[in-house]
């Protein structure tokens, strides 16, 4: 049908791109082919960037959804089972990769109950871990390499929506004429804002409640590691509180190693005592991070991870005081014409984990108020 409205979604981060495969499964699109357009700043393969997330991220699976957080649960436990599916049928070639998760908890002797309903779930012993630590679980779990799992969206995409590069500076903006020349004059019958951190600034939306906690990772090849290890120091205060430590191996070789939770700053470089810090933390939790051959030929005066490091990345995660915005607002007007509005945006740490539950609500909202 050429007549149909378009569907505009903004953004081409983990949450713009799920939101936009759920789309095109949808009946929306089966029944009335409305044309699906991506409005982006930012497009996958482009040069890291601290404000695109999505390609900074380690990535894991590892929920932060406090045990009365529904909602979070639901979003988390519903993505995992996606992308576990995802990898049982097609393997590591999804950029998805499957292993031994162990979690290491001081000051608590308890963890999140959304772990129990992961495989292979235990509660370990003592024994099995350093006196330093209070409280242990391993289970099976995830890990995404941004690339390629965003790449293979795109491919699942090819043909049937388009993507322009584009920075919307205000929803309003959707009828200036340097827009419509990419998505036609129609007015769109739905907009998504899957913005992540632009949801600050884009006019129209302007949420104050948004705001970035600035991330630093290093990225190892270390292609020995094949399971992951967290370290959990206090609290997590309902959500991505205390100090954690990580090791994510990726599927090929590479291993993302972090971390830094540092609300409100915008500082867009990596801090060389930041990375200091992680490489010695990392080791502690993770001795076998150490290349096996240089072990017992230790310099003391530099870390023997060195060697490993390959990039030191800085991201900003797109927070909100409240958690997660999925719903629909108040229509927008272009003109006469109403166009709905679905928010899908302020994924704080936990998108690439929450990517695949967030997306289906959103589309499922928007049918249901048509
Ligand atoms: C260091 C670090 C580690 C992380 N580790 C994990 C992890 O292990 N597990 C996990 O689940 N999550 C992790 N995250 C969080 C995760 O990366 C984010 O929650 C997720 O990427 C958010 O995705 P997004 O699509 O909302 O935002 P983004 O990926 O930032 O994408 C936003 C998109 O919107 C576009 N945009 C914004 N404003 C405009 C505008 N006005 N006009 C046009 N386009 C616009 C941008 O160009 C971009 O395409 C981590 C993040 C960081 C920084």
Sequence with gaps: MPDAEPIVIIGAGVIGLTTAVRLIESPLYATSKHPIHILANHLPNDPLDPYYASTIAGAHHLSFADDNDTRQRRYDTRTFQVMYDEWKKEGEKTGLMSLKQTEYYVGTDSHLKVYEHHPDFTVLDKSNYPTSIDHSISFTSLTMTPSVYLNRLLKRLEGKIQIHRYHLPCLSHLKHPSCTAL????????????????????????????????????????????????????????GEGGERTYIIPRYNGEVIIGGTREQNDWYPYPREETTEDILKRAQEICPDLVPPYTKGKEDHEESPLKELVEGVLVGFR???????????GDDLYLGNDKVKVVYNYGHGGAGWQSCWGTAEDAVEQLIKSL
């Design 318 to 328: 797109p927070s909100r005081d409240g958690g997660i915005r999925v719903d629909i």
């Design 183 to 238: 998505i036609g004059s129609k007015s769109p019958l739905a907009v998504f804002v899957c913005t992540g951190i632009g949801a600050l600034t884009l006019g129209g939306v302007e949420d104050t409640d948004v705001y970035p906690t600035r991330g630093q990772v290093i990225k190892l090849r270390a292609p020995w590691m094949r399971s992951g290890w967290t370290r959990q120091v206090g609290s997590l205060d309902g």
